[in-house]
């Protein structure tokens, strides 16, 4: 065994732990300090390893992106969240993972409050006019769910079609389109949406004005 370490010698040092036959276990300074600070990184990746987002894939950089650093971040955030609220209002790990994504998924607004309500995506549209004093109106779409079946109540997404559509034609539309069960109630004709969907909070002005 080498180590870089000068205090790391060839001592065998008693761990309290004992064997079978009743003798004193012993290991090099160099494996009980090891085994002493690897204790937290094999806690911290079990922690991580809870609710994983990873899925099978090719692309190695993405287990180093989403299982190895985003999932660090949220356990120390988590840590740091639990050392600073009392027993009553500690989150568990899922909660605390679903609040996360829920504020990372709301569209704030330049100081930093959440205009969009439970159930509900809020488009913000820039108003033409002078560029410093410009004004920001907003309008809501309330989305809603098809009950039944969900295998004969699906619909075409009616923002992917169109994106789908002016991209790569209708033929691919009809195909690759995501069939979905909420749809907007505000809107006329109540197109089919994404109960989540990124583009489509960026897009609905364009689409259902």
Known sequence: MISTVPHHT??????GRKNRQGEEVLKPRAIIDYNQDKKGVDISDQMSSYYTCLR???KWYKKVIFE??????????WVIHSSHNQAKNKLDMLRFREKLIDG???DTEENG????????????????????????A???HRLGKYEGNARKSRKRCSNCYK?????????VASAQASKVLTFCEDCNGQPTLFRVSRKSTNRLSNLYQ
Do not use: F, W, Y
């Not at 190895?68 to 955030?77: D, F, K, Q």
């Open 163 to 171: 994106m789908l559509k002016d991209e790569k034609g209708r033929k």
């Open 56 to 58: 099978k894939s090719v």
């Open 104 to 106: 990372l998924l709301s």
């Open 138 to 140: 907003r309008s809501s």
């Open 113 to 136: 409050d959440s205009i969009e309500a439970a159930g509900e995506i809020r488009v913000v549209h820039d108003v033409p006019g002078n560029t410093s004093s410009r004004k920001r």
């Open 10 to 15: 060839d001592e065998q040092i008693p761990t």
């Open 68 to 77: 190895i650093i985003l999932g660090t971040c949220v356990v120390n955030a």
